[in-house]
T-cell receptor, first 117, second 113 residues
């Protein structure tokens, strides 16, 4: 079946540093990928839509200069958290849509746990 | 304002019973609604999609209903097992434009042996 991977699975960094998270679709191509953030005991909140070959679309309240998104190829999107601060600590999850069984389904990555000290 | 509401309190049931989870939405007109399972520290896993013209959908022990008049979807797990313990999320595409999802807060289900 379709698989979406993320790397790293968890990262601890110092405040002020930048962290890059990769999202890959392993056996299908995705012109669009989505990045979500999930705080403890809360639901997933869409941050941005990553578009291959064009700029990402950010949701209201998400700083595009802080959360840099690059959709480098049809199987890879990266999210870079720049100048990370403790309040950026969260669970970051990507997803990619794929047509399966006649319907379009979102396949989610396993998530990346970011802890900023 | 637009809302997707799920019971935030955990649902505790005995093994073998049917679990019923509720998803209510306000100020959306979704063409379809989806249910996902999320285990701690993991990404959501797609379970079922139900379209607005479908009243009920089944997959093995899972059943989903969709009432566009009540603006509600019910998610049932029959003959529940401890392995069904997880958080279940409902989601919809707010713009019916394809793919982008807005999630409810999720309901944690605990099935006791």
């Amino acid at each position: 079946g379709a698989v979406v991977s993320q790397h790293p699975s968890r990262v601890i960094c110092k405040s002020g540093t930048s962290v890059k998270i990769e999202c890959r679709s392993l056996d299908f191509q995705a012109t669009t990928m989505f990045w979500y953030r999930q705080f403890p005991k809360q639901s997933l909140m869409l941050m941005a839509t990553s578009n291959e070959g064009s700029k990402a679309t950010y949701e209201q309240g998400v700083e595009k200069d802080k959360f840099l998104i690059n959709h480098a190829s049809l199987t890879l999107s990266t999210l870079t958290v720049t100048s990370a601060h403790p309040e950026d600590s969260s669970f970051y999850i990507c997803s990619a849509p794929r047509l399966a069984g006649g319907q379009e389904t979102q396949y989610f990555g396993p998530g990346t746990r970011l802890l900023v000290l | 304002s637009q809302k997707i509401e799920q019971n935030s309190e955990a649902l505790n049931i005995q093994e073998g019973k049917t679990a019923t989870l509720t998803c209510n939405y306000t100020n959306y007109s979704p063409a379809y609604l989806q249910w996902y399972r999320q285990d701690p520290g993991r990404g959501p896993v797609f379970l079922l999609l139900i379209r607005e013209n479908e009243k009920e959908k089944r997959k093995e022990r899972l059943k989903v209903t969709f009432d566009t008049t009540l603006k509600q979807s019910l998610f049932h797990i029959t003959a529940s097992q401890p392995a069904d313990s997880a958080t279940y999320l409902c989601a919809l595409d707010p713009n019916n434009a394809g793919n982008m999802l807005t999630f409810g807060g999720g309901t944690r289900l605990m099935v006791k042996p």
